[in-house]
T-cell receptor, first 113, second 108 residues
Framework: NAGVTQTPKFQVLKTGQSMTLQCAQDMNHNSMYWYRQDPGMGLRLIYYSASEGTTDKGEVPNGYNVSRLNKREFSLRLESAAPSQTSVYFC????????????FGPGTRLTVL | RKEVEQDPGPFNVPEGATVAFNCTYS??????FFWYRQDCRKEPKLLMS???SGNEDGRFTAQLNRASQYISLLIRDSKLSDSATYLCVVNYGQNFVFGPGTRLSVLP
């Protein structure tokens, strides 16, 4: 089992460019999450999906969109990247939303110039 | 007020020392509590869940005080490999709130 995988591992964008971060899990998790981590800020929730077919905003959703394509995949899209979106992005999955252990992917390091 | 607060750190301790981390949370309705460990430039990984009765896993002991909305993590006999950032995590409805983390460096 690969667990939670993310692609790409690294990305450099110019301001205004768009891109999609991919996340997939093979752990049969119901819930999936996207976080960003900035120095001194801890992890902040961008969007989450409590179950297939549902998505909800987290603490910092502005500038992002998500798609829960199926139970395995949860993608994060930046439509028009801004330097403020330079961060490390982590995807995570868990069995039961809000109650169960989360398993994280290795992260995507994004730089927006 | 931040929803989850932790000791700012960093904590620099010698091998073999006992070190304690504190965490406070603001949502009295929270029901699930965890400590995660994050190594430099890596993803967070679960260290242990925290139960109302307190729980122990080898050298690690976690305590929960619901009345004070306070969680603690005690590490005994610190090892060099314990050097990492420790994240306090509390559920908020269907999602989780992470504390900013406390960095621990165990020195030889």
């Amino acid at each position: 089992n690969a667990g939670v995988t993310q692609t790409p591992k690294f990305q450099v964008l110019k301001t205004g460019q768009s891109m999609t971060l991919q996340c997939a899990q093979d752990m049969n998790h119901n819930s999936m999450y996207w976080y960003r981590q900035d120095p001194g800020m801890g992890l902040r929730l961008i969007y989450y999906s409590a179950s297939e077919g549902t998505t909800d905003k987290g603490e910092v959703p502005n500038g992002y969109n998500v798609s829960r394509l199926n139970k395995r995949e949860f993608s994060l899209r930046l439509e028009s990247a801004a330097p403020s979106q330079t961060s490390v992005y982590f995807c995570a999955g868990g069995r039961d939303p809000g109650t169960d252990t989360q398993y994280f992917g290795p992260g995507t390091r994004l730089t927006v110039l | 007020r931040k929803e989850v607060e932790q000791d700012p750190g960093p904590f620099n301790v010698p091998e073999g020392a006992t070190v304690a981390f504190n965490c406070t949370y603001s949502n009295s309705a929270s029901q699930s509590f965890f400590w995660y460990r994050q190594d430099c430039r890596k993803e967070p990984k679960l260290l242990m869940s925290v139960y109302s009765s307190g729980n122990e896993d080898g050298r690690f002991t976690a305590q929960l005080n619901r009345a004070s909305q306070y969680i603690s993590l005690l590490i005994r006999d610190s090892k060099l490999s314990d050097s990492a950032t420790y994240l306090c995590v509390v559920n908020y409805g269907q999602n989780f709130v992470f504390g900013p983390g406390t960095r621990l460096s165990v020195l030889p």
